[in-house]
């Protein structure tokens, strides 16, 4: 329930209510009272209508205060709740799970430092793209996931902006050098090509920014679910 729907109930039927009530107990009052204070009330009538119409705010005001605090009560217990599943401590297959991509796939990995710090859309190191592969390969055997829903959800953008970034340097690369140890766009399409040497550029280079946004969204969602601290805890 918002504020505003609260104040238009009571606008409503609890005015009314509260009105009725005044105007009942004035009239009950102006038989018991002495001629005197009749009389008074009389005179002074401006007053007293002010006094009721005082009173009357104080209690609408008071009631819409106490409605604003339920409310708010309500939304922070729901807050409390969300916080609590968040801290919830992961299961024991989330935990291998994670162990299992960190020992693959680390930030200080070699390959991934090459990818964040020194990639080249036209030209790529058949050693990284290499092991690249591998990673992808060895995660996509576990079709399970994580436990947790929102953790799995990145952890399968992850996997899948890997291997979207593995097809399109795939698609748009041939192995060159002495001993293939190099991937590169062709050369030649600068001047025969030059269309798919500029579709080459923009795919390989939106698919490893890709790639690396949600690598860091899956290891940010990886330490808001306190999964980064079992790697200081050995394994059981």
């Known amino acids: 329930m918002s504020s505003r729907s609260a104040s238009e109930k009571i606008s409503g039927s609890v005015v009314v209510l509260v009105a009725g009530l005044i105007a009942d107990l004035s009239a009950a009052a102006l038989f018991l009272i002495s001629p005197e204070t009749r009389n008074w009330l009389r005179r002074e009538y401006f007053l007293v209508s002010l006094a009721g119409l005082l009173l009357f705010a104080a209690v609408v005001t008071l009631i819409n ?137 923009r795919e390989i280079g939106a698919a490893h920014e890709c790639f690396i946004s949600s690598y860091d969204a899956f290891f940010l969602a990886t330490q808001r679910k306190r999964l980064s601290n079992v790697l200081s805890t050995p394994p059981r």
């Open 65 to 201: 205060m106490t409605l604003s605090h339920r409310e708010r009560i309500s939304e922070l217990q729901d807050e409390v709740q969300e916080l609590t599943s968040r801290l919830a401590s992961p299961t024991s297959h989330d935990i291998e799970m994670f162990r299992a991509i960190n020992d693959h796939a680390s930030p200080q990995a070699s390959f991934l430092v090459w990818l964040r710090e020194s990639f080249l859309v036209t030209r790529a190191h058949v050693e990284g793209f290499q092991a690249l592969e591998r990673m992808i390969e060895f995660f996509e055997r576990e079709p399970r996931g994580f436990d947790d829903g929102e953790l799995n959800d990145t952890y399968q953008s992850f996997i899948g902006a890997g291997r979207d970034l593995v097809n399109k340097m795939t698609d748009h690369m041939w192995y060159e050098g002495e001993g293939l140890t190099r991937l590169e766009v062709p050369r030649e399409w600068e001047r025969t090509q030059p269309e798919r040497l500029e579709q080459a550029i």
